[in-house]
Nanobody
Framework: QVQLVESGGGLVQAGGSLRLSCAAS????????MGWFRQAPGKEREFVAA????????YYADSVKGRFTISRDNANSRVYLQLNSLKPEDTAVYYC??????????????????WGQGTQVTVSS
């Protein structure tokens, strides 16, 4: 089974930056698209960003486009999410996940099969 572990979350002031990392182990990583989702208290999980297996194609939710950047390092089985210009509404637990498909880069939770435990991002005013 694939194991995903997120790290890099923390407390940051509005306008600040964080870099989230997701380490993969126990299975195939490099041939699958990867995604980031987040869930704020009392709200449903929402799509944040996704990246193709090669890292050349990226997709973002409108709410984060222009501020967040997803990337991956297949040699080290890592996927990253750079969070810039953070806003209080970005506060959430952020999860990385592996796509079920090797070729399609989805934005829905059911399209992903393995998930990490999440890392907390808190943005203060």
């Amino acid at each position: 089974q694939v194991q995903l572990v997120e790290s890099g979350g923390g407390l940051v002031q509005a306008g600040g930056s964080l870099r989230l990392s997701c380490a993969a182990s126990g299975g195939t990583f490099s041939t699958y698209p990867m995604g980031w989702f987040r869930q704020a208290p009392g709200k449903e999980r929402e799509f944040v960003a996704a990246v193709s297996w090669s890292g050349t194609s990226t997709y973002y939710a409108d709410s984060v486009k222009g501020r967040f950047t997803i990337s991956r390092d297949n040699a080290n089985s890592r996927v990253y999410l750079q969070l810039n210009s953070l806003k209080p509404e970005d506060t959430a637990v952020y999860y990385c996940a592996r796509s079920k498909s090797r070729v399609r880069v989805g934005s829905l939770g059911y399209e992903y099969d393995y998930w990490g435990q999440g890392t907390q991002v808190t943005v203060s005013s």
